[in-house]
């Protein structure tokens, strides 16, 4: 069993940047493949962005792709989303999950645990 927890949401005026930060309990985050996902009020819950367990893979949706990067620090059993040149359609919680087998994958019922959620608001 693996606990997450995100941090480093907010508020930002479009154009500005956050970064989210996700920590994990247990022995194995190395092992784990990592995503973030998104909500906004009245949509499904999307696929962001997502990372192998060795952090040599990623994968992007379009709509994110050069103004959000994920990384991970396994010695530090963190999962980092870095999110420049935000735009108001960017405005959801924000979760981390992990994925046992290994790698990112951009499928929901593919991830074995989720954080609770951070907010991420984006004014215009």
């Known amino acids: 069993q693996v606990q997450l927890v995100e941090s480093g949401g907010g508020l930002v005026q479009a154009g500005g940047s956050l970064r989210l930060s996700c920590t994990a309990s247990?022995?194995?985050?190395?092992?784990?493949?990592m995503g973030w996902f998104r909500q906004a009020p009245g949509k499904e819950r999307e696929f962001v962005t997502a990372?192998?367990?060795?952090?040599?893979?990623?994968y992007y949706v379009r709509s994110v792709k050069g103004r959000f990067t994920i990384s991970r620090d396994n010695e530090k059993k963190t999962l980092y989303l870095q999110m420049n040149s935000l735009k108001p359609e960017d405005t959801a919680v924000y979760y981390c999950?992990?994925?046992?087998?290994?790698?990112?994958?951009?499928?929901?019922?593919?991830?074995?645990?989720w954080g609770q959620g951070t907010q991420v608001t984006v004014s215009s």
């Open positions: 999950a992990a994925n046992a087998r290994g790698y990112g994958s951009s499928r929901r019922d593919e991830y074995d645990y």
């Open positions: 247990g022995r194995t985050f190395s092992s784990y493949g």
């Open positions: 990372i192998s367990r060795s952090g040599d893979s990623t």
